[in-house]
């Protein structure tokens, strides 16, 4: 019986082995480039119409980090901004420093205020963004805002490249991991 057991363990992985040999090699996956050509300086955009966040997230990608925010609309109502490296994150209006995370600080200031403009009344409170264990981003906060514009403040590892861009109801803002 044991002869048996043994010489049926034998074909199996004989037959495995030859199974193997007919499968087709995976490829290695390809090498990302990560290489960008971004810059570090400021980065604004224009708009005619404020709109409103409701919404604001971040995601990790393989070349950089990512910061979302969601506004009211369409694409055709571009989100107005100004995205820029600052040495103090300064609180507007009240000029109070925020202290943030990090080796670099981007001030992030939309066209958008965090109250109704017809009632002034304002809007629901946007969500924290944990983005601990992020390869560039160190904290992300907002720090108020007036006169129709809402200002936050990311910390970055340090002062990385980034672009801003908007897609439908999206403003990104990607910085990289590299130069």
């Known amino acids: 019986m044991r002869r048996i057991g043994t010489a049926l363990a034998a074909m199996m992985l004989a037959g495995g082995g030859?199974?193997?040999g007919t499968v087709p090699a995976v490829a290695a996956p390809a090498a990302v480039d990560c290489a960008v050509t971004w810059g570090s300086l400021d980065k604004t955009g224009d708009s005619v119409a404020s709109r409103q966040l409701v919404d604001v997230r971040a995601g990790q990608h393989e070349c950089f980090d990512r910061l979302v925010f969601d506004?009211?609309?369409?694409?055709?109502?571009?989100?107005?901004y100004t995205v820029r490296y600052v040495d103090v994150l300064h609180q507007d209006p009240s000029d109070v420093v925020v202290p943030i995370k990090g080796g670099a600080i981007l001030e992030i200031s939309l066209f958008s205020p965090r109250?109704?403009?017809?009632t002034g009344q304002p809007y629901p409170p946007l969500p924290s963004v944990d983005v601990t264990g992020y390869r560039t981003f160190r904290e992300f906060k907002f720090t108020g805002g007036s006169e129709g514009y809402t200002q936050a403040g990311l910390g970055v590892r340090a002062r990385?490249?980034?672009?801003?861009?908007?897609?439908?109801?999206?403003l990104v803002v990607d910085v990289a991991h590299t130069w």
Not at 115 to 118: K, S, V
Not at 160 to 170: D, G, I, S, Y
């Open 115 to 118: 109250y109704d403009p017809a």
């Open 160 to 170: 990385l490249p980034f672009r801003v861009f908007q897609t439908a109801n999206h």
């Open 18 to 20: 030859l199974l193997a």
């Open 71 to 80: 506004a009211q609309g369409t694409a055709a109502d571009p989100i107005g």
